[in-house]
């Protein structure tokens, strides 16, 4: 049984249009949670609204929204001047416009959603769109209003039906220029390039999420279950650091070291190594030979 779905509505692509469903493509109901508890009683908590001045608990219908424009002074809002600015949905995914997946900046990417069609008169129309996409290789970009916030949401084929990803506005986003400007530009030699390039082609391998292990969640798990069946819990040793690397060439060749297709890196490192050192004692043999001449 697929469950609720969570937005009801219209995709519409020019004059033509079919009834869709959202669903999330993310579920967070596997994590591990806990609450507040009285170690005393073994009870949970509740948590309370404090004034941060006072210190008096705030009841809720003394509480309000405000927003602040200077330290300690706020403007409140009322919750009918909010609702006066709020974007009523019309429940429509209306596509605007068509655009090539790779000119997505992939910081812009929020929170991924699942459309299907709704009901059995949606299919037709729902497959012309769905394959036309296919076809052309692009992605549609329209607006959707979700929780009374307007979304741009980037529409791509999946499978049998659609992915629809909420993109982020660019306010949201960082310059990238004030994390990186004061990077330097150190002079690396062709050889560290190389090495790590072979230690790159050791790792060589395919998207695959299944191999994605949550070791801190598993961890989790395993922790809760032996302390409900009243075991002890051993805590670890604290690992040494691992000191600090003197040599970034050393580095690279200890990590080619016990990797498949290490001989052959290190074959050819060796052998472009072995070349320039006849080379050079073949250089200095003919300058002897000359001053000799001479």
């Known amino acids: 049984?697929?469950?609720?779905?969570?937005?009801?509505?219209?995709?519409?692509?020019s004059l033509v249009s079919c009834p869709?469903?959202?669903?999330?493509?993310?579920?967070?109901?596997?994590?591990?949670?806990?609450?507040?508890?009285?170690?005393?009683?073994?009870?949970?908590?509740?948590?309370?609204?404090?004034?941060?001045?006072?210190?008096?608990v705030v009841e809720s219908?003394?509480?309000?929204?405000?927003?602040?424009?200077r330290k300690g002074k706020?403007?409140?809002?009322?919750?009918?001047?909010?609702?006066?600015?709020?974007?009523?949905?019309?429940h429509t995914i209306d596509i605007e416009s068509f655009v090539p997946s790779d000119e997505i900046d992939q910081r812009y990417l929020n929170h991924p959603y699942y459309i299907a069609p709704d009901g059995k008169a949606a299919v037709d129309a729902f497959a012309v769109i769905r394959d036309a996409m296919k076809d052309q290789d692009r992605v549609a970009l329209a607006k959707i209003v979700l929780t009374n916030r307007e979304h741009i949401i980037a529409i791509e084929p999946l499978g049998k039906g659609l992915l629809g990803t909420t993109l982020r506005f660019?306010?949201?986003?960082?310059?990238?220029?004030?994390?990186?400007?004061?990077?330097?530009?150190?002079?690396?030699?062709?050889?560290?390039?190389?090495?790590?390039?072979?230690?790159l082609q050791t790792k060589a391998s395919h998207f695959d999420p299944s191999k994605f292990k949550d070791?801190?969640?598993n961890a989790l798990k395993a922790l809760?279950?032996?302390?409900?069946?009243?075991?002890?819990?051993?805590l670890p040793e604290p690992e040494e650091r691992p000191s600090n690397v003197v040599s970034l060439m050393d580095a690279l060749k200890q990590s080619l070291k016990g990797r498949g297709g290490k001989k052959t890196a290190a074959k050819s490192h060796s052998r472009r190594a072995s070349g320039r050192q006849r080379a050079a004692k073949k250089t200095h043999r003919s300058t002897a030979r000359q001053r000799k001449a001479g």
Do not use: C
Request: no cysteine.
């Open 1 to 13: 049984m697929a469950p609720r779905a969570y937005w009801k509505g219209t995709l519409r692509l």
């Open 20 to 56: 869709v469903v959202l669903y999330p493509a993310t579920t967070a109901a596997e994590k591990t949670r806990f609450h507040m508890i009285n170690r005393e009683t073994g009870n949970r908590l509740k948590q309370q609204m404090i004034d941060a001045e006072t210190g008096d």
């Open 61 to 69: 219908d003394q509480k309000g929204r405000g927003y602040e424009l």
């Open 74 to 90: 706020y403007v409140e809002i009322e919750p009918e001047e909010l609702e006066a600015v709020q974007i009523e949905s019309n």
């Open 170 to 199: 660019p306010y949201e986003l960082r310059d990238e220029d004030q994390f990186f400007d004061d990077i330097k530009s150190p002079k690396i030699t062709k050889d560290m390039v190389e090495l790590a390039g072979h230690i």
């Open 215 to 217: 070791d801190y969640e």
């Open 224 to 234: 809760v279950k032996r302390k409900a069946s009243g075991k002890k819990i051993d």
